[in-house]
């Protein structure tokens, strides 16, 4: 695995801007330079170092309240990542429990959570979201939760579609005539054979989370607010574009890196674990 992933410019490019991201989250606390939500009225509005009039005490400057704007992208990396990997880890298994279940049963039930399937996805991901959390309110479990309820279905899709064609080989019937139980059969001897497409979806799925939290917090429905997060910062700099044009970049570019070391990341592990497999 690993010598293929060196062979894999983009590969390496994603699992590099992925573990950064991961690093910077995990040492939030050790390398920000400033408490995130501290307030300096005096210092507002700084620019960057690069910049004419900028300093290195406040590297990539200060927002509109004097808070720092590197302190504030280290630590909503950590929201970040909390919210993609907790929304991916829950639609995942909902969904594989939810396609298993389809499709190894089939009848009534199959075509009950085949609807269901059908219906979500009459609506677009956003404005799905965007509706479960009005619904819900803000805070940062809700927006795990939201996650979760909006990505689940094309795990769901995917598991149901290889186990319609893996309940009906052989050594499945011969499990089955030598007295396995069902749910024997479809944690033990069936769900092992569809774990590789599986991560492709959840590493894919990933960058989509990733997106909605960002919009979630632009539009004010995301954690709370005293909680720095990419999207919050974007939202906060819609005012002062033209006069303070870093307050958006370097936020919109931390939310756009990420995306794309996910889905190079993502776009490896398709090609490695199932080459043949069509999206």
């Known amino acids: 695995m690993w010598n293929n992933l060196k062979e894999s410019k983009t590969g390496i490019l994603g699992l590099s801007i992925v573990l950064l991201v991961i690093v910077v989250a995990f040492t939030a606390t050790i390398i920000s330079p400033y408490d995130p939500v501290k307030q300096?009225?005096?210092?507002?509005?700084?620019?960057p170092t690069w910049s004419e009039g900028g300093t290195w005490d406040h590297i990539f400057g200060t927002d509109q309240l004097g808070r720092d704007i590197l302190s504030r992208l280290i630590y909503g990396s950590r929201v970040t990542l909390m919210v993609a990997f907790s929304g991916t880890?829950?639609?995942?298994?909902?969904g594989v429990v939810m396609g298993a279940i389809s499709g190894y049963?089939?009848?009534w039930i199959d075509s009950l959570i085949m609807r269901i399937v059908d219906i979500q996805l009459s609506?677009?991901?956003?404005?799905?979201?965007?509706?479960?959390?009005?619904?819900l309110g803000s805070g940062l479990q809700n927006i795990i939760l939201i996650a979760g309820l909006s990505g689940w279905v094309r795990y769901a899709r995917l598991v149901r579609g290889e186990i319609l064609s893996i309940k009906e080989m052989e050594y499945i019937e011969a499990i089955r005539s030598l007295g396995g139980s069902n749910?024997?059969?479809?944690?033990?001897h069936i769900l092992p054979n569809v774990i590789s497409p599986v991560i492709v979806i959840a590493t894919l799925e990933?960058?989509?989370?990733?997106?909605?939290?960002?919009?979630?917090?632009?539009?004010?429905l995301g954690v709370p607010i005293e909680i720095p997060t990419w999207g919050r910062m974007l939202s906060d700099s819609r005012v002062h574009l033209v006069t303070?044009?870093?307050?958006?970049?370097?936020?919109?570019?931390?939310i756009t890196l990420t995306v794309l070391g996910v889905n190079l990341l993502g776009d490896w592990l398709?090609?490695?674990?199932d080459p043949k497999l069509d999206f």
């Open 123 to 135: 609506f677009p991901f956003i404005l799905l979201a965007l509706f479960i959390a009005a619904v």
């Open 206 to 220: 990933m960058a989509k989370i990733i997106l909605m939290e960002a919009s979630l917090s632009y539009l004010g």
């Open 244 to 254: 303070s044009p870093w307050m958006a970049i370097l936020p919109g570019l931390a």
């Open 105 to 107: 049963y089939g009848g």
């Open 183 to 188: 749910m024997r059969i479809i944690f033990r």
């Open 270 to 273: 398709r090609d490695y674990l």
């Open 40 to 47: 300096d009225i005096i210092n507002k509005m700084k620019p």
């Open 89 to 94: 880890i829950l639609a995942g298994i909902v």
